[in-house]
């Protein structure tokens, strides 16, 4: 498996504990699988508290705001593909989903090959993803309240049209002061293990 996004976290505290680790002479895979799984479910934690590694509540979304439940997780495959791996010498987590680095840094998502992007504007909408891939011809309507694309034969929108969509950040990768302490907690346990009794 290999990661489409990754971030890469340097903290020092977390990095003279694992050197001095490492100056014990033992296996380092013991505390590099300690601190994946940590990094991990810390990350999954995320998405059920929808708050930063740095304490900060993450941008509630549209259809949160609209219709309850959690942000970034309308079908859990952004959370759902978060996995950690360990080696000798590295420690790491992420997840797999091409779309996961606008979640986490923010940014503008503008059309690349069309004049508009289209919003489903509701689930026959969502799951047809684009209006190309629906089975009725839409007619384009303008309104005081923006450009819409309507079904003519049951009289319903199915899609917004914009310009550009601003995504806000929500980061979910990264340690907090709590991770770290306790990377540092499991870092400590590992040298007082391979330390022999005096």
């Known amino acids: 498996m290999s990661f489409d996004f990754w971030t890469r976290i340097d903290d020092q505290a977390v990095k003279a504990g694992l050197q001095r680790l490492a100056e014990l002479g033992q296996d380092m895979r013991p505390v590099m699988r300690d601190l994946s799984r940590l ?6 934690m995320r998405f059920r508290t929808q708050i930063d590694p740095d304490g900060r ?18 079908d859990g495959h952004l959370g ?16 797999n989903r091409v779309y996961a680095a606008i979640h986490q840094f923010g940014g503008v998502i503008r059309p690349r090959n069309a004049r508009y992007l289209a919003i489903p504007l509701n689930e026959k909408a969502r799951i047809a993803g684009s209006p190309r891939n ?19 034969l049951s009289e319903t929108f199915m899609y917004v049209l914009v310009s550009q969509v601003t995504i806000p ?21 590992r040298i ?3 330390t022999p009794n005096a």
Request: proline share 2%; net charge negative.
């Open 169 to 189: 950040a929500r980061a979910y990768l990264g340690i907090s002061a709590d991770d770290r302490d306790d990377m540092l907690d499991a870092i400590q346990h």
């Open 57 to 74: 509540p993450w941008a509630v979304s549209n259809r949160v705001a609209a219709k309850g439940g959690r942000t970034l997780t309308l």
């Open 80 to 95: 759902d593909s978060l996995s950690s791996r360990y080696g000798a010498r590295y420690a790491e987590w992420g997840v």
């Open 134 to 152: 629906l089975d009725v011809e839409l007619v384009f309507v303008e309104t005081d309240n923006g450009k819409f694309l309507l079904d003519p």
């Open 192 to 194: 007082e293990g391979a």
């Open 39 to 44: 990094g991990e479910a810390s990350t999954r």
